[in-house]
């Protein structure tokens, strides 16, 4: 079992940056896949981010390409996504994700382990 828990959002003003963790526990996630994921009020959860294993390939959603950053530390058994030029509707509800499986980095229903989540809100 793979136990995760986001942390670094808050409270920002359009323009501004926040830089999210995620740490795990329970199991080693140097072989995982990693991803983040977002949701606002009253709309479906949807991909942000993923990150394969070695740190290297990346995916992105078009909506925050250029801006928003996924990185991983295996040694640290930690995740992040760094956030610049955050917009309003960047506001939501952040979810850090992982699985051991390749392919479909945009799809939750193929992440098996989700952490709570934390919010993110962007005034404009």
């Known amino acids: 079992q793979v136990q995760l828990v986001e942390s670094g959002g808050g409270l920002v003003q359009a323009g501004g940056s926040l830089r999210l963790s995620c740490a795990a526990s329970?199991?080693?996630?140097?072989?995982?896949?990693m991803g983040w994921f977002r949701q606002a009020p009253g709309k479906e959860r949807e991909f942000v981010a993923a990150?394969?294993?070695?740190?290297?390939?990346?995916y992105y959603a078009d909506s925050v390409k250029g801006r928003y950053t996924i990185s991983r530390d295996n040694a640290k058994n930690t995740v992040y996504l760094q956030m610049d030029s955050l917009k309003s509707t960047d506001t939501a509800a952040y979810y850090c994700?992982?699985?051991?499986?390749?392919?479909?980095?945009?799809?939750?229903?193929?992440?098996?382990?989700w952490g709570p989540g934390t919010q993110v809100t962007v005034s404009s």
């Open positions: 994700a992982a699985k051991s499986v390749s392919g479909y980095y945009d799809r939750t229903n193929t992440y098996a382990y």
């Open positions: 329970g199991r080693t996630i140097s072989s995982y896949v």
């Open positions: 990150i394969k294993w070695n740190g290297v390939i990346t």
